[in-house]
């Protein structure tokens, strides 16, 4: 298996732009999450996805943070419009069950910059 | 509101000899906790988990342990090696929390050659 696929890699946008982050988790894997990595606030949980379908959202900043899971196999993060704030890496885990006995497989992560 | 806490930014040890990661928490109802290592520009990786019904864990080199009276769990490498030099994260999950983990701030631990 390739592990846990994000793209873009790196991300520079200018403010007030769409930003969209994409994700494949390992096939089998049925939760699907969302963090983001920040000086600031350290590694924070933004949304996480069983089955597909969002069981928590509470993490996300604001109105213009979305995320969908379409299916098994996709999932996209988007913003907009973007803010310099937003400036961060955004990491995309899978797990099968709840990840807390054999935690979560993260992707490489999107590097994003806001100017 | 910082449930889980490391509080050391950075550590320094000489390879073959221990080192010791220490964390805290404050939710007494986590019953879970993990530890993940991470190298630059990949994600975090899993290394190893305890259940809040056991104090000790072991999987070679690594051994997690857990006071949960003191809320306090250590991670230990032995014999530590320059690879290991990483950011290592101290990772809490609990049902009460919808099983969401929640991750510590980071330590980064220097493995000296």
């Known amino acids: 298996d390739a592990g846990v696929i994000q793209s873009p890699r790196h991300e520079v946008t200018e403010m007030g732009q769409e930003v969209t982050l994409r994700c494949k988790p390992i096939s089998g894997h049925d939760y699907l999450f969302w963090y983001r990595q920040t000086m600031m606030r350290g590694l924070e949980l933004l949304i996480y996805?069983?089955?597909?379908?969002?069981?928590?959202d509470s993490g996300m900043p604001e109105d213009r943070f979305s995320a969908k899971m379409p299916n098994a196999s996709f999932s996209t993060l988007k913003i907009q419009p973007s803010e310099p704030r937003d400036s961060a890496v955004y990491f995309c885990?899978?797990?099968?069950?709840?990840?807390?006995?054999?935690?979560?497989?993260f992707g490489s992560g999107t590097r994003l910059t806001v100017v | 509101d910082q449930q889980v806490k490391q509080n050391s930014p950075s550590l320094s040890v000489q390879e073959g000899r221990i080192s010791i990661l220490n964390c805290d928490y404050t939710?007494?109802?986590?019953?879970?906790f993990l530890w993940y290592k991470k190298y630059p520009a990949e994600g975090p990786t899993f290394l190893i988990s305890?259940?809040?019904?056991?104090d000790k864990n072991e999987d070679g080199r690594f051994t997690v342990f857990l006071n949960k009276s003191a809320k306090h769990l250590s991670l230990h490498i032995v014999p530590s090696q320059p690879g290991d030099s990483a950011v290592y994260f101290c990772?809490?999950?609990?049902?009460?929390?919808?099983?969401?983990?929640?991750f510590g701030a980071g330590t980064r631990l220097f493995v000296k050659a």
């Open positions: 996805f069983n089955n597909n379908v969002p069981i928590d």
């Open positions: 885990a899978s797990s099968q069950r709840d990840g807390r006995n054999y935690g979560y497989t």
């Open positions: 939710n007494s109802m986590f019953d879970y």
């Open positions: 305890i259940s809040s019904i056991k």
């Open positions: 990772a809490a999950s609990g049902r009460t929390g919808g099983f969401k983990t929640i």
